[in-house]
């Protein structure tokens, strides 16, 4: 246990795992306490944070091999970068740069008494462009994008230093 305690990058791991806990507690206040309804991508968008968090927390707390260590380096690193580069699409949604033809929050389509009833009892789901917040001049999918290139680099900067010093 000991030995865990002190292994390499375990900084990097928990700060890992404190970003995700923080980002994602974050969205899911915005969602509950303030009722800003995701959308399809922002959902999309909450899955990276918990591969890298999950991934950082057993890096950080289980004994474990250089090897392994790079492996999850290496996951935390895909993770973000898969999460800016969706994050840059919905930012591009949000912006009309693009459409994206299966993220519409439009009105019902049926007519019949039972599909209304099961529409209403699922969430409803804005469409990705419906930006509900902003702070200055940036959407939570801006912040996301910023987020994730921001760990990406960090991610990138920690594989680099931990190979040269190895």
């Not at 994602?24 to 591969?51: A, H, K, M, W």
């Not at 930012?91 to 039972?114: D, I, K, M």
Request: proline residues 6%; hydrophobic residues 50%; aromatic residues 10%.
């Amino acid at each position: 246990m000991i030995l865990s305690l002190l292994q390499p990058r375990r900084p990097f791991f928990l700060l890992v795992a404190a970003v995700c806990l923080t980002a994602l507690s974050s969205v899911l206040i915005s969602q509950y306490g303030f009722d800003l309804n995701p959308c399809i991508l922002c959902l999309y968008e909450r899955i990276p944070y918990v591969t890298a968090g999950l991934t950082a927390l057993a890096m950080a707390l289980l004994p474990t091999s250089p090897r392994l260590r790079r492996f999850g380096l290496l996951l935390i690193g895909l993770s973000f970068a898969a999460n800016s580069a969706l994050g840059f699409y919905h930012v591009g949604v949000e912006q009309h740069w693009w459409t994206n033809p299966g993220c519409t929050g439009g009105p019902l389509t049926s007519v019949s008494l039972a599909d209304m009833q099961s529409a209403l009892l699922k969430p409803v789901r804005p469409a990705c462009d419906d930006v509900q917040w902003s702070l200055f001049g940036i959407t939570l999918a801006g912040y996301n994008l910023l987020l994730s290139l921001a760990m990406t680099a960090l991610t990138a900067v920690t594989a680099v230093a931990g190979r040269k010093s190895a």
